[in-house]
């Protein structure tokens, strides 16, 4: 399974760093909605769900969390560390989010506007969402 990291390239100088992300050039996808989770409970996982078109990247833009990715067959743990370092999420990728630090901030940049009905929250379901694209795709 195949985790698509970004690294950002900062504009640094003596005043400190600076990220700029241009949908194009940067960011893979038209950005239509942009959110932000802070103030995460000690403990919590969040997340959970898939999604049938929806294409994010997340980036830990304050402290640190884990990601736990799953394309229905496998697997991974990615951690987010730096500003810098934006994960991209595909549709089809069933995610929870984790290991929050004090005072983390994830941002979200996604490629659509919020749609309840573009989620697959049942894990049966997204297992098979998945084998039915990958027999029809
Ligand atoms: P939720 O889907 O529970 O977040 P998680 O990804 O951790 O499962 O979202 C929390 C609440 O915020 C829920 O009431 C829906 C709302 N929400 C929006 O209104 N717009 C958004 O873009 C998102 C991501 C969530």
């Not at 496998?74 to 987010?80: F, T």
């Amino acid at each position: 399974m195949q985790v698509v990291k970004y690294m950002f390239q900062p504009h640094g100088d003596d005043r400190g760093q600076l990220i700029a992300l241009e949908e194009g050039k940067d960011i893979p996808f038209a950005v239509r909605r942009i959110y932000y989770m802070y103030e995460t409970a000690d403990g919590v996982t969040r997340g959970y769900h898939a999604h049938k078109h929806l294409q994010q990247i997340l980036v830990c833009i304050h402290g640190s969390c884990k990601i736990r990715l799953d394309n229905g067959q496998e697997s991974k743990v990615v951690s987010l560390e730096k500003p810098y370092e934006g994960l991209y999420v595909a549709n089809t990728m069933w995610r929870e989010m984790f290991d929050f630090s004090p005072e983390a901030v994830l941002l979200v940049l996604a490629s659509e506007f919020y749609d309840e009905n573009d989620y697959i929250r049942d894990y049966d379901e997204f297992l098979s969402f998945v084998r039915k694209e990958a027999s029809n795709p």
